[in-house]
């Protein structure tokens, strides 16, 4: 079974206001690509996470753009880019979340981060030139198998989604 | 989001996404029933679709917030996406969570 979806692009504003036009387009290349509505929603949210960091962070004082491509990584796996030329940021180097027990000493930092790495397969980061660029990778169309946000593959490691289908049978 | 009054709870029921949009005005309403006076709340989420960092952000400051002033801010409904994110943020650790509006309304009552 081939599952590859026809790749597809937005290039819009970094701005919060448009974050709408960003989830319709991502929903809509997920829905394409037989994902159910509760991986969609797994989706979305690790993709408002990813829009709403670039939007505060990368063009400190300036605007820019965000460039997204919904399609295939070079596994053929279902994937979503995400880039902006702002400052550059790896959100791979953020840590694991403290998470304090008591309501008074609970912080809120790393959050998104970490909600990225649980609701995808993989979170890949590269530096291209002048660009950011993050890969949010998703294997199971159905439902999300358990993982940890811990759990990500090494870099040269085996492809995520690999697990999902042992037998070696296409994506 | 839609909001009611029973007893002397609010009872705020929140639709669709609680995330980078709806957060902050989220939040500004609920400093808005406080500046008012208003210090016991059920916040329901049962037609919720997901919540973001953003979103655990505006509930985990209006909570401090409260907690200040002695009042309480009870959680409800929570299902699917939503109720993932609180366990795995362990948000579910530092909240009381009700299954149903009239669950959290009766442990407010119990506590008084």
């Known amino acids: 079974m081939n599952d590859t979806v026809a790749p597809e692009r937005l290039k819009i504003p970094a701005a919060i206001d448009r974050l709408d036009t960003v989830l319709d387009f991502v929903r809509t290349c997920a829905g394409r690509a037989g994902f159910s509505p509760r991986r969609i929603t797994d989706l979305a949210l690790a993709v408002e996470e990813a829009v709403g960091n670039i939007c505060r962070y990368a063009y400190p004082g300036r605007s820019g753009k965000i460039d997204i491509v919904c399609g295939n990584d070079s596994g053929g796996a279902f994937s979503i880019e995400i880039a902006d030329g702002g400052v550059p940021f790896d959100l791979l180097s953020v840590g694991k979340p403290v998470f304090e027990a008591s309501l008074s000493r609970r912080k809120s930092g790393g959050l998104g981060i970490y909600l990225i790495r649980h609701m995808v397969d993989e979170v890949r980061y590269r530096r291209e030139g002048q660009r950011n660029v993050i890969t949010l990778v998703m294997c199971d169309r159905a439902e999300r198998k358990g993982r940890s946000p811990d759990s990500h593959s090494e870099p040269g490691g085996k492809h995520p989604c690999d697990a999902h289908n042992p037998s070696g049978a296409g994506l | ?112």
């Open chain 2, 1 to 112: 989001m839609d909001t009611e009054k029973v007893g002397g709870v609010r009872i705020v029921r929140l639709q669709g996404r609680l995330g980078e949009v709806s957060a902050p005005q989220f939040e500004e309403r609920m400093k808005e029933f406080i500046a008012q006076g208003e210090n016991r709340f059920v916040v329901h989420m049962e037609e919720l679709e997901y919540i973001s960092s953003a979103g655990l952000r505006s509930i985990l400051s209006t909570a401090k917030d409260l907690k200040e002033l002695k009042g309480s801010l009870y959680l409800s409904g929570l299902t699917g996406a939503v109720k993932e994110v609180f366990d795995i943020s362990h948000f579910s650790d530092i909240f009381k969570i009700y299954g149903s509006v009239s669950e959290a309304l009766e442990a407010i009552g119990d506590n008084e």
